[in-house]
T-cell receptor
Framework: DTGVSQDPRHKITKRGQNVTFRCDPI?????LYWYRQTLGQGPEFLTY????????KSRLLSDRFSAERPKGSFSTLEIQRTEQGDSAMYLC????????????FGPGTRLTVL | AQSVSQHNHHVILSEAASLELGCNYS??????LFWYVQYPGQHLQLLLK??????LVKGIKGFEAEFIKSKFSFNLRKPSVQWSDTAEYFC?????????????FGSGTRLQVQP
């Protein structure tokens, strides 16, 4: 499968713990996006990278959230001191920077904070 | 900032019925418009997109959408739905003039097609 992959698919954690998610984009895509989706809502933008540079962060991304894309390939999203309100589906998408720029989405990581 | 409204939250149709899902966006500049679909247990997939040119765009599986700039709308249509079209449909927009490519999504419409 050469699509966007995310790991893990599900994560259950206790409030206050740190969690880290990984996204592997489509190999030739230089843009990578993180979104969050809660029940009954559409995805909300969190942040995006072009290669290794983080170009934009949403106001939704509190100080407890950090994202990296160290070599311009895979990306990690870390949430520190998780809260129950962080429970959501975290989606990753990738695209080319030029041309059609269609975003291709991964299956998501479902986070449950107890 | 952009916003997207999808007024139909849940639609139930019988097979062979015609479908139209509403999408309105709010943004003063030029936009790219998208419809994504999420089938049960699957990830978001692009159904169709509008970047420029003919405002009537055709996507996969017989879907089409029409961009009406004066109404800030991008409604999704299909003349005859099938049971396999049961899914959640999301309209999305990004701003073409700023170069910002982050998508702003609507809240989605859950379509249930009864056999």
């Amino acid at each position: 499968d050469t699509g966007v992959s995310q790991d893990p698919r599900h994560k259950i954690t206790k409030r206050g713990q740190n969690v880290t998610f990984r996204c592997d984009p489509i190999s030739e895509h230089n843009r990578l996006y993180w979104y969050r989706q809660t029940l009954g809502q559409g995805p909300e933008f969190l942040t995006y990278f072009q290669n290794e540079a983080q170009l934009e962060k949403s106001r939704l991304l509190s100080d407890r959230f950090s994202a990296e894309r160290p070599k311009g390939s895979f990306s990690t999203l870390e949430i520190q001191r998780t809260e129950q309100g962080d429970s959501a589906m975290y989606l990753c998408a990738s695209s080319l920077a030029e041309g059609a720029q269609e975003q291709f989405f991964g299956p998501g990581t479902r986070l449950t904070v107890l | 900032a952009q916003s997207v409204s999808q007024h139909n939250h849940h639609v139930i149709l019988s097979e062979a019925a015609s479908l139209e899902l509403g999408c309105n966006y709010s943004y003063g500049g030029t936009v790219n418009l998208f419809w994504y679909v999420q089938y049960p247990g699957q990830h978001l997939q692009l159904l169709l997109k509008y970047f420029s040119g003919d405002p009537l765009v055709k996507g996969i599986k017989g879907f089409e959408a029409e961009f009406i700039k004066s109404k800030f709308s991008f409604n999704l249509r299909k003349p005859s739905v099938q049971w396999s079209d049961t899914a959640e449909y999301f309209c999305a927009v990004n701003a073409k003039d700023t170069g910002r490519r982050a998508l702003t999504f609507g809240s989605g419409t859950r379509l249930q097609v009864q056999p």
